[in-house]
């Protein structure tokens, strides 16, 4: 059955192996990127191999609210439906940053995702089959939750601040099951797997020499792209929303993953960072 199907951050790495995928698959695709060129060469791309089928671009950076609301206005204008919304697009920051009091890795991997999601949700209830896809992460069980609502309180460390965005993804998963599951929206988090991509590629020296000797046992983004593809297009994964996939298997993320308290508080969290710095 023919999807449509919206994507963040398909212009390179695993979100780009899951756009090449699901267009094999014969499913319409909406691009949301950030840089438009990019985007541009992708669907170019795309329609000289799949002529057949339908993609869309769409522009908004994730650390900047008000373009990522532009954004799911213009595709609220233009479909009636949306079947898949997989969130995929994130980053890791070397020094600390921040945009409108949010830590800028927080606002990249979480709360642009939050407010396009949201922006998204009535496009999603059309659909007879909705879904909504969060790549997190295993890094979330580096994960220091309390830093999640005040990174003030500790030294920043980028890999506390990347394992606190996954584990807010899984967060997010977890309060849109129980949110809008009754409204037939099925979501899910994912774990990717270790994948050679461009990610975190400049972060330091030392950190690249890492990535050059990791890089043979790393899997491929066609690889990494598998859980996605599966939890946004196959039936079979109806059953499992709400839950935390690796491998093409439902696995038990940490203990604070699954902290009813933090999921609720998360999400006034969320509430309230995207509506007091845009006036929603």
């Not at 695709?29 to 992708?42: A, S």
């Not at 994730?62 to 990522?68: E, G, N, Q, R, T």
């Not at 439902?250 to 604070?256: D, E, F, Y």
Request: aromatic share 10%; hydrophobic share 40%.
């Amino acid at each position: 059955m023919k999807k449509t199907i919206a994507i963040t951050g398909a212009t390179s790495g695993i979100g780009k192996a899951t756009a090449w995928q699901l267009a094999a698959k014969g499913h319409e695709l909406i691009l949301i990127v950030r840089n438009q060129e990019k985007g541009k060469e992708l669907i170019n791309k795309l329609k000289s191999r799949f002529p057949g089928s339908d993609f869309s671009l769409y522009i908004a950076d994730l650390a900047d609210i008000s373009s990522v609301r532009q954004a799911a206005k213009d595709i609220s204008q233009h479909f009636e439906r949306l079947d898949t919304l997989i969130n995929n697009a994130g980053g890791i920051l070397a020094k600390y940053d921040e945009v409108d009091s949010v830590e800028r890795t927080m606002a990249i991997n979480h709360l642009g995702h939050f407010v396009l999601t949201l922006g998204l949700l009535p496009l999603l209830k059309n659909s007879q089959d909705a879904r909504i896809v969060n790549l997190s992460s295993e890094a979330h069980r580096l994960a220091k939750p309390r830093l999640i609502f005040n990174s003030s309180l500790g030294q920043y460390a980028p890999m506390t601040a990347y394992g606190n965005a996954k584990l807010a993804n899984i967060w997010f998963t977890k309060a849109l099951h129980q949110k809008y599951g009754d409204d037939g929206i099925k979501s899910n988090a994912v774990h990717p797997g270790v994948v050679t991509t461009s990610f975190g590629k400049g972060f330091s020296p030392f950190w690249d020499v890492l990535l050059k000797i990791a890089s043979p046992f790393m899997r491929s983004p066609q690889k990494g792209a598998e859980t996605s593809v599966f939890l946004a297009s196959n039936p079979k994964a109806n059953e499992f929303s709400g839950q935390y996939f690796k491998d093409l298997r439902s696995v038990m993320p940490s203990g604070a993953a699954r902290n009813q308290k933090w999921i609720d508080q998360l999400w006034e969290w969320s509430i309230e960072k995207s509506g007091a710095a845009f006036g929603n």
